[in-house]
Every structure is written in C-alpha cells, then in structure tokens.
Nanobody, 127 residues
Framework: QLQLVESGGDLVQPGGSLRLSCTTS????????IGWFRQAPGKEREGVSC????????NYAESVKGRFTISRDNAENTVYLQMNSLKPEDTGTYFC????????????????????WGQGTQVTVSP
C-alpha cells in the first residue's frame, strides 16, 4: 500500500514562505495525481491544490491562487507545495493524498476521493 509522507511545515510570520514536500518510499508517485489538503482547528478538511501525474495540469482553491504553486519532480518522487505570502488563515495541518486522474478539472470543493493519506505536517502562520 502506498504511504505518503509530508514534511516542511513550520511556524512562519505572515507574509512569509514555506515549501512543503510529499513523498513516498518503495513506490513511484509518477502514476498518480497528487493533491494537497489542509485542515484548520475546528474546521473541515479542504482541498488546496492538485497536480496531474505528468505535471502538465494543476488546480488551486480560490483562497490560494496566486500565492501557492504546486509542482512535482517525478525523478525525485516528490510533489511540492510552494506557499508564499502566507496568511494566518493558512494555518492548519497539511496533508497530501492520491486523487482520481480527473481532479485537475474538478473544483477543489468537490474533492472527496483522496486516498493513501499521509500523517500531515503542521503549518502555523502567526506574528
């Protein structure tokens, strides 16, 4: 079974940047569409961004468009989420998951079929 591992979370000031990584060992991520989700305390998990298996197609929640960039390096078996201009409302636990191949064309609010979830990495944006 594929087991994803997230890393890169940290405490950062508003306006700062972080880069999250999603990887796995023993299997290749190159076959999968990969998505990032986040969950803030007391709130439901929400889709943030996803990238197709080739990297040619991406999708973003409206709240992060223009600030976050998803990318992948299939040779390194890693998917990245570059987060710039961070805001306190970006605080939460960030998870990656495999998604159906059509999700780059599905609104993030309708992403319900994530699988192979990682344990998450904590992002805290605070002065």
């Amino acid at each position: 079974q594929l087991q994803l591992v997230e890393s890169g979370g940290d405490l950062v000031q508003p306006g700062g940047s972080l880069r999250l990584s999603c990887t796995t060992s023993g299997s290749s991520l190159s076959h999968y569409c990969i998505g990032w989700f986040r969950q803030a305390p007391g709130k439901e998990r929400e889709g943030v961004s996803c990238i197709s298996n080739s990297g040619a197609s991406t999708n973003y929640a409206e709240s992060v468009k223009g600030r976050f960039t998803i990318s992948r390096d299939n040779a390194e078996n890693t998917v990245y989420l570059q987060m710039n201009s961070l805001k306190p409302e970006d605080t939460g636990t960030y998870f990656c998951a495999t998604l159906p191949d059509d999700y780059p064309w599905v609104p993030p609010g309708r992403w319900t079929n994530g699988r192979n979830w990682g344990q998450g990495t904590q992002v805290t944006v605070s002065p």
